[in-house]
Structure formats: C-alpha cells, structure tokens
C-alpha cells in the first residue's frame, strides 16, 4: 500500500501518506477526540515497505489484540481508546484527505475537551521529536534544558542501533538516557555514531538528553538514527562474510559510473560488512570498513543533494517534466528504502502524480 486509507464507522476516509501522529492534542497531525484517547496516542508510518502502527502513549488493538508495533493489512480493525477505524484496499477516495470542516470540528472538540479539564492541569509537555530509523538528519534549535526524542524500533535485538549525534554549538558533555535508564555520557564534539543497544525495547523507545552537569543548555542538535541488522555468525565465519561483503562494496565502488545504483549497493555491502564486524567483536576489522564506509556515505550524500537541488530547480521554474526525470534518477541512485534519499524521490513522484 502506498498510502494508508482509513475508515471510520461513519464512513469517513482518512488517507495518511506520510509518518502521522493520532491522538486528542492540537499538535497531532490526525486529531481524534474520545475516551481514554492520549495527546499522543499512536503513530503510523510505512518502514519495510509497508505501513505500521505504533503506541507511543496509549493503547493500540489490531483485531482486538493489543500491540505494541503491527504491520498492517487491509481489513484490519483498529482501536486507539473509543475510536475505532478499518484499513481500507489503496484505492483513491472520492476525497484526498479529511475535509476541513472534519478538521475544524475535531480541533474544536480537543479544545473543548481541553478547557473543561480545567486550568489547574498543567500545560502538556511538549512531545518529543520523531526521529525515524535510516531516516532523515533531524535538525534541532534550542535552547532547552533537555530535548525528547521518540524511537520507533521493530526488533532491536538483532539490529546495531546507532544514535549519529552533532552539537556544533557546544562543548560540554551531554548524558543520554534511554528508556529512563542512564546510558552514558558523551563529548558533544566526539566523532563516530552513539550504539544505543542496551534498554532498547520493540516499539516504542523514549530518548533524553541533557546536560551533562555544566549547566549548560542544548541549543543546537543534528540527529540521525540507523540500523544495521545483526547476522547470525560469531567470530572468524563473521570475519570471512565481512571479508566478502569488503570485496563486493570495492567492486561496485570501482563502478559507481556503470550504472545508477551501483554506489548505493556499494553503501549496502558496507553496512552488511560493518554488521559482520560487529558480531565478530573485532574492533580492528570494524574500523577497517568503517574507513572505507565514511567516504562512500560522503559520496552518497553529495549525490542525494545534487539531485534534490535540480529536482527543485524544476520544480521551481514549473518544469514537471524536468522534475520527472530527476525523480526518477534520484529513485535508479538509491533504489532501495535503507536511504533517506529513496524516500525523497518517493515524494516527489507522489507530488507530481498530484500535480497532473
């Protein structure tokens, strides 16, 4: 399914293209106002290749069992709290999203809901920020004592959770806390990603971080969350894949002009073999592909950029056959979900199927 359509017991459709927040607050991207609903009640977001639900602070029912995380297929039942909703096939609805007046209506009733709670409540805090597995850099402005981060993790136990962390403005440590469990401390200024392993549950996953004890606030974050799946192998069958997996990423690196996508499944071999390192416990063979994958992820970067820009520049002088072409080129150099880049050009296609 492209896009996730639900329906309601009135009948009403609801399409969801992007990761949406449901719950009762204003700040949700899907409001719904009933009983036992949570501000921040549930999250939708499409990972594998297909669209999943996820609890975030209330509970989630498929089918009448609950759950935590779900893939989901059409003509499930779904039950966040009173509200209740069925996935519908990926057809196009008479409609492409809920109407405003729906909108309005439900965004009365949450403020309503809100002013009779009364004003001796404290002001909801504010929720966190959603930073999705092999998403994009989520770029943050403080300042503030602390910032929130919100996980959302299929099966941690057998991934290499890795936190990539750039606090350009500081120079005090800053504490990470996982799951209200205190991992460690870490140099704002210290190179190299952050594993976050250990606390890890499938799910839904809550990050701090803070102040380290100088007093000094957080005021300017760069965050970006990957996973690498963790083989099933131990010691030298883990060295001989990593070996393998080294020679196929040297290959398709040497033939990054041959075809669209060989730089990509280069970047992929890399990471397969940084896994094989990992669960070899080798700390020499894992900075080995480490100092061959920093330069192909550079490489990609620059890449992705390149045609973002143009794909915008068409965009911008109204050019949507130009756009088109740049779209799908961005798609042939990153043909799989593991990049961020590859849902960039997945937007873009939808934008312009839009357009016409």
């Known amino acids: 399914m492209r896009r996730l359509v639900l329906v309601a017991g009135d009948d009403s459709r609801f399409v969801i293209r992007a990761a949406t927040t449901l719950g009762r607050a204003a700040t949700a991207d899907l409001v719904a106002n009933g009983a036992e609903v949570a501000a921040e009640h549930a999250r939708f977001l499409r990972a594998g290749g297909c669209w999943q639900v996820i609890a975030l602070r209330g509970t989630v029912h498929r089918n009448g069992e609950r759950v935590r995380v779900a893939a989901l297929q059409p003509g499930d039942r779904l039950a966040f709290g009173s509200i209740r909703f069925e996935v519908a096939r990926d057809a196009r609805p008479g409609w492409p999203m809920l109407s405003a007046a729906a909108v309005a209506l439900?965004?009365?009733?949450?403020?309503?809901?809100?002013?009779?709670?009364?004003?001796?409540?404290?002001?909801p805090a504010q929720p966190p920020l959603q930073l999705e597995a092999d998403g994009r850099t989520l770029r943050w402005q403080g300042p503030a004592e602390r910032v929130e981060l919100f996980l959302a993790l299929y099966d941690p136990a057998r991934s290499v959770v890795e936190l990539h962390l750039r606090a350009p403005d500081r120079r005090g440590p800053i504490t990470i806390?996982?799951?209200?469990?205190?991992?460690?401390?870490?140099?704002?200024s210290a190179a190299g990603p952050i594993r976050l392993r250990r606390f890890l549950v499938p799910g839904a996953n809550r990050l701090v971080l803070r102040d380290a004890g100088g007093g000094e606030p957080l005021r300017s974050l760069e965050l970006r969350l990957t996973t690498t799946p963790l083989p099933s192998c131990a010691g030298a069958a883990c060295l001989e894949a990593m070996t393998e997996a080294l020679g196929r990423a040297e290959r398709l690196s040497r033939e990054r002009e041959v075809a669209a996508g060989n730089l990509f499944d280069a970047w992929r071999w890399l990471r397969r073999a940084r896994g094989f390192a990992i669960a070899a416990a080798d700390a020499d063979a894992l900075g080995q592909v480490q100092r061959r994958?920093?330069?192909?992820?550079?490489?990609?970067?620059?890449?992705?950029?390149?045609?973002?820009?143009?794909?915008?520049?068409?965009?911008?002088?109204?050019d949507l056959r130009g756009a088109q072409l740049a779209a799908e080129e961005l798609l042939a150099a990153f043909p799989g979900g593991e990049h961020p880049c590859h849902e960039t050009g997945q937007e873009l296609v939808r934008l312009l199927e839009e357009e016409r």
């Open 293 to 318: 994958l920093a330069p192909v992820e550079q490489a990609l970067d620059e890449r992705c950029a390149a045609r973002r820009f143009a794909a915008a520049r068409h965009l911008a002088l109204g």
């Open 177 to 188: 806390e996982v799951n209200d469990s205190r991992l460690g401390a870490v140099e704002a």
């Open 106 to 123: 439900l965004l009365l009733l949450a403020l309503l809901a809100a002013e009779l709670a009364g004003a001796a409540q404290p002001p």
